[in-house]
């Protein structure tokens, strides 16, 4: 059974800084397409970003190109996005997502996802 767990959530000021966590258990994770993507209260799940895990070929929405980076550490587990020069729209609950898969496709929908995580939330105030 695989298991996505999010962490690193908080409140921030716009133009500030955040990184979210993800950690896997019991898969391969070394072979997963891996992605974040979000959510805003009352609008539908967005992509965000992805990374293969096997080549460290990573992936982003136009939106967030720039300012965000997504990244790994296959000797942990983990999945990170760091988030630079937040803005308000940036702000919504923050989900990881795990596709066993040879690579990633250069956009990523939900229907991709096999497994998800719980999410955690980020705050971008003015």
């Known amino acids: 059974q695989v298991d996505l767990v999010e962490s690193g959530g908080g409140s921030v000021q716009a133009g500030g800084s955040l990184r979210v966590s993800c950690a896997e258990s019991?898969?391969?994770?070394?072979?997963?397409?891996m992605s974040w993507f979000r959510q805003a209260p009352g609008k539908e799940r967005e992509w965000v970003a992805s990374?293969?895990?096997?080549?460290?070929?990573?992936y982003y929405a136009d939106s967030v190109k720039g300012r965000f980076t997504i990244s790994q550490d296959n000797a942990k587990n983990m999945l990170y996005l760091q988030m630079n020069s937040l803005k308000l729209e940036d702000g919504g609950m923050y989900y990881c997502?795990?596709?066993?898969?040879?690579?990633?496709?250069?956009?990523?929908?939900?229907?991709?996802?096999?497994?998800w995580g719980q999410g955690t939330q980020v705050a971008v105030s003015s």
């Open positions: 997502g795990a596709d066993p898969a040879n690579r990633c496709p250069s956009r990523v929908v939900v229907g991709m996802i096999t497994y």
């Open positions: 019991g898969g391969s994770f070394s072979r997963y397409c």
């Open positions: 990374i293969y895990t096997g080549t460290s070929s990573t």
